[in-house]
């Protein structure tokens, strides 16, 4: 390709980035919030919430004129014996109450236009380390926007049926350090990504180092594993990123009892 073709191609690419970026970010700070409760207060039988149990755990369909939707949950946890039938009975129900507050929001939702069928979908992962169970649970609703609103929940808990956040497991100014770490690896994902010929497209104020912005996150061994939603950290384009960190890489943040095996 000639020289001029090919620096318009790259040029309308960063462009194109850009400019879905831009309106990704605004979109990503309004949006998800909508059908991503965790306060909601669900009452009533499991009659009103009827599931289908599968190997892959509880399975919850509704179809109707207006919306579909179809989740996944778990029914069991599998965390130590030690925490006892009570332990894993608070922590399903959490999760569940999670997905029930999705599902309830999800129905609330305006689309503001007629004859739009609304999807709505949900599913999960489980992830275990030496001292913890997590769960992630990946969302994705579609009610007639330019995309759907993907993001993820995640659920991390210890052997004593406990729910942990980062704070219970790293120490020290350790947001200042993830926030480090997640910037320098997604720009270089999105840069393989993109062959290297397109400059990353990010959003700094998705790596700033808050809570919030780290709230998403499991263990997977020794590994830490931290989640961003599409428009967080990068334009729709690049999708959502994952960033891995090895736990004894960041010792000095760790607390001592999640370093050993």
């Known amino acids: 390709m000639p020289s001029n073709n090919r620096n318009i191609v790259i040029s309308g690419v960063v462009v194109a980035l850009l400019a879905i970026g831009i309106g990704g970010w605004m979109f990503y700070t309004r949006e998800p919030q909508a059908i991503d409760s965790t306060t909601i207060e669900i009452e009533g039988?499991?009659?009103?919430?009827?599931?289908?149990?599968?190997?892959?755990?509880?399975k919850h369909v509704e179809d109707t004129a207006s919306y579909h939707i179809e989740v996944m949950y778990p029914d069991t946890v599998g965390i130590s014996a030690t925490a006892g039938t009570s332990g894993e009975r608070i922590a399903l129900q959490k999760m569940e109450q999670y997905v029930k507050g999705?599902?309830?929001?999800f129905k609330k939702e305006d689309t503001g236009q007629s004859g739009i069928k609304k999807t709505l979908e949900m599913g999960y992962k489980r992830f275990e380390s030496a001292h913890?169970?997590?769960?992630?649970?990946?969302?994705?609703?579609?009610?007639?926007?330019?995309?759907?609103?993907s993001y993820f929940k995640t659920f991390v808990w210890n052997k004593k049926g406990e729910a942990l956040s980062l704070g219970g497991i790293l120490k020290g100014n350790y947001l200042a350090k993830l926030s480090q770490l997640s910037k320098a690896q997604?720009?270089?994902?999105?840069?393989?990504?993109?062959?290297?010929?397109v400059e990353a497209?990010?959003?700094?104020e998705g790596f700033a180092p808050t809570q919030d912005n780290f709230q998403n996150f499991y263990l997977d061994g020794t590994?830490?594993?931290l989640l961003f939603d599409p428009y967080q950290v990068a334009a729709y384009a690049a999708g959502a990123q994952e960033v891995h960190?090895?736990?004894?890489?960041?010792?000095?943040?760790?607390?001592?009892?999640?370093?050993?095996?």
């Open 201 to 204: 497209v990010i959003f700094e």
């Open 223 to 225: 590994e830490l594993v």
């Open 102 to 105: 999705v599902v309830s929001d």
């Open 132 to 149: 913890t169970v997590s769960f992630v649970f990946t969302v994705s609703a579609d009610t007639g926007g330019a995309h759907p609103i």
């Open 245 to 261: 960190i090895k736990l004894p890489e960041i010792k000095e943040f760790v607390q001592s009892e999640y370093l050993q095996g």
């Open 45 to 58: 039988s499991a009659s009103d919430f009827p599931f289908t149990k599968t190997t892959e755990g509880r």
């Open 186 to 197: 997604v720009k270089a994902n999105i840069q393989t990504m993109s062959g290297g010929e």
